[in-house]
């Protein structure tokens, strides 16, 4: 591989990683709180991309100009988070405080995530159809700039901006807030973060909502660079699951760490061994850098960190 082509690869493999990076986020929050993988929370990024695609198509000229690419983009960018914050505090509601409510075991909150995620995959395929959908053209992905050669263009760059913005609030939010705080202490003791005053499902529920809008934005962004399907969160959502545990799953920081690593290694194994080996070059990394380290790059005891 030239120089020339590393930065050609480079450039989309960090925009690929910054997309893995908020949506293990989602997962490595609920980790965080409830010791529980949410696995409907691939759904909650189809659905985000969806609620998008919805509010562009009724909103998108034929020609748009410079300034309205700018509004629609935000109208999409606030639908799919609107929509994917909603999902999240939907199945938190249905699916997984009554079980909490009642002390049910961790298995069923993992066969109620099972059931929530394929739920809402078939409601997404009967309510759109089963065929991928374009998101309308809001704007021309030119090229911007290049880096040494590489261009990078707009969705690239709307992807890598927009994802970073978002990790950094949330890195603000959780260690300089009060709800920081609380999801913190419930991170770390359930318990006693209730006899200290933390409201558990206030926390809880606003914990899903944070990781069910930065899902929901995620599955807009992805949909702008692809299509929009009701299948479309299953190779994403699987290899951001995979991110949150190779960064330390329960690890905010971990889990950007891990989405970075695994989307790099994704985009550089299609010049090296081809396209069909894509997703298992990323599990193979996962297994090899578990088994030197079982907490993850950056773990520490799992579960017990926000």
């Known amino acids: 591989m030239s120089l020339h082509e590393f930065w050609d690869y480079l450039i989309p493999g960090i925009a690929l990683g910054a997309l893995y990076s908020v949506i293990a986020i989602g997962y490595t929050l609920v980790y965080g709180v409830l010791q ?9 990024f189809m659905l985000g991309g969806f609620g998008g695609l919805i509010v562009l198509r009724q909103l998108t000229p034929a020609h748009p100009s410079a300034t309205a690419s700018v509004l629609l983009v935000a109208a999409g960018l606030l639908a799919s988070a ?30 109620s995530a099972i059931g929530a995620s394929f739920f809402l995959y078939n409601l997404a395929g009967k309510l759109f159809g089963r065929d991928p959908l ?12 290049t880096v040494f050669g590489a261009r990078v263009t707009i969705t690239q ?3 890598v901006v927009c994802a970073v913005a978002m990790m950094a609030a949330l890195d603000l939010l959780v260690n300089r807030t009060r709800l920081g705080a609380g999801i913190r202490a419930l991170a770390q003791d359930p318990e006693t973060a209730g006899l200290m005053g933390v409201d558990t ?3 809880i529920s606003r914990t899903f909502v944070i990781g069910g809008l930065m899902g929901g934005v995620a599955g807009f962004l992805f949909g702008l660079n692809t299509q929009v399907s009701f299948t479309m969160g299953f ?25 970075l690593l695994l989307g790099l290694v ?8 081809g396209e069909e080996w894509r997703y298992v070059a990323a599990f193979v990394v996962l297994v090899g850098v578990l088994m030197l380290r079982p907490t993850g790059i950056l773990g520490v005891r799992i579960g017990r960190t926000a």
């Open 82 to 111: 609107l929509v994917g914050g909603a999902t999240a505090y939907g199945l938190e509601k249905v699916a997984y405080r009554p079980l909490r409510r009642r002390g049910a075991p961790k298995l069923i909150f993992l066969i």
């Open 134 to 145: 374009p998101m309308p053209e809001i704007y021309r992905n030119e090229v911007l700039f």
């Open 235 to 259: 190779n994403p959502g699987t290899t951001a699951f995979a991110a949150a545990v190779l960064g330390g799953v329960g690890s905010i920081r971990g889990a950007m760490v891990g989405g």
């Open 157 to 159: 760059l709307l992807l």
């Open 201 to 203: 499902d206030r926390v």
């Open 36 to 44: 529980l993988i949410n696995f409907a929370h691939s759904e909650v």
């Open 266 to 273: 994704e985009t550089f194994n299609v010049p090296l061994f």
